[in-house]
């Protein structure tokens, strides 16, 4: 059985973040990190991106140091990347295995991470289905350790924002002129939130949230985006669509949330809606993906997506964050 525990939110998660003297810490959010920064990370991210069968960038930033990847929600691809960004930069990398750790048995979050830490457990990449966790741990770690956010329940998946940014500025080169629309479970998307934050700071042209009503954010929570519940309309000379899927681990009651078909019908990204959209417009999705149902399965195979980039560009992010926090650590 698993302890019930609570992971009560605190007012200052933005300034938990950083070190005394303004270096990045942990990431917990892209809420808080300003232009200057955003931008750095993804300089130095760019740095490790190596074209489609080249030989992947590696050096010895990491040597000595030990990461932890602490998924307790399923991942594939925040959860490989993590792992290849550690090892390429020469850290030891532990996979622990949720499904059989102690915290099956009842120990709680914080044991497992005290025994990590005990184990001098530099740095804990955190994926957990519950709001607060990654701040929380942050909280009562040494001073030693740096947290990672690796997908918080619908609140943030920072180190995903930050790709999205990478991919969106390597294939439009600037932010200032785009229009991106956002496409799908908004109400329940890390992903949408982290994405739009980033884009908001970088000075995104115009950013449009599109979902059927019941999938809505909350209009005072972006106040920056449009919020559209039809898509064609959202995507009339959109430069950058991104389509997420229906999160339905996260959604209590399906009541008014559209069947498959009807959710293709009217929010399935095609070819033919693509048309409204600019003639060099991109297509985006942050995985995993659902073929046929918010994206046409050969849309996201076409010169248009830009899918595999955003995976490729997941491992060059993860290595700059990773060496970031790690060089903080060198001057606490
Ligand atoms: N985009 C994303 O977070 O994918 P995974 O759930 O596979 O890590």
Request: aromatic share 4%; glycine share 8%; hydrophobic share 45%.
């Amino acid at each position: 059985m698993q302890a019930i525990e609570a992971f009560p939110a605190s007012n200052n998660e933005t300034n938990l973040q950083f070190n005394a003297d303004g270096s990045l810490r942990h990431l917990l959010s892209l809420k808080g990190l300003d232009k200057a920064l955003l931008v750095d990370l993804l300089d130095d991210a760019q740095r490790y991106v190596t074209p489609p069968g080249g030989t992947a960038v590696r050096n010895r930033s990491l040597v000595g140091r030990t990461v932890a990847n602490l998924f307790f929600e399923p991942s594939t691809r925040t959860r490989a990347s993590f792992d290849l960004a550690g090892k390429r930069l020469g850290a030891d990398v532990l996979n622990l295995d949720v499904n059989t750790s102690s915290r099956k048995k009842g120990e709680s979050i914080l044991d497992t991470i005290y025994t990590l830490q005990a184990m001098q457990v530099d740095i804990m990449v955190v994926r957990d289905a519950s709001a607060g966790v990654p701040a929380y741990i942050a909280r009562h770690v040494n001073d030693h350790v740096s947290i990672l956010n690796a997908g918080e329940a619908e609140m943030s998946h920072p180190t995903q924002g930050l790709l999205d940014l990478l991919t969106i500025r390597q294939r439009k080169g600037q932010f200032g002129d785009l229009t991106v629309a956002i496409v799908g479970d908004i109400m329940h998307s890390r992903v949408a939130r982290s994405a739009a934050h980033g884009l908001h700071t970088l000075g995104v042209g115009e950013l449009r949230l599109v979902s059927p009503a019941a999938l809505a954010p909350d209009p005072a929570e972006m106040p920056y985006a449009s919020l559209f519940d039809n898509l064609d309309e959202a995507l009339r000379n959109a430069d950058v669509v991104m389509a997420l899927r229906i999160q339905r681990e996260r959604i209590g009651s399906l009541d008014g949330i559209p069947g498959i078909d009807e959710y293709y019908a009217n929010y399935g990204i095609s070819a033919e809606r693509m048309q409204l959209a600019a003639a060099d417009a991109i297509v985006m999705h942050p995985g995993p993906m659902n073929r046929g149902i918010e994206i046409e399965s050969s849309l996201a195979d076409s010169p248009a997506s830009a899918i595999t980039q955003q995976v490729a560009n997941g491992v060059a992010v993860r290595m700059a964050v990773l060496e970031r926090v790690c060089k903080s650590m060198e001057r606490r």
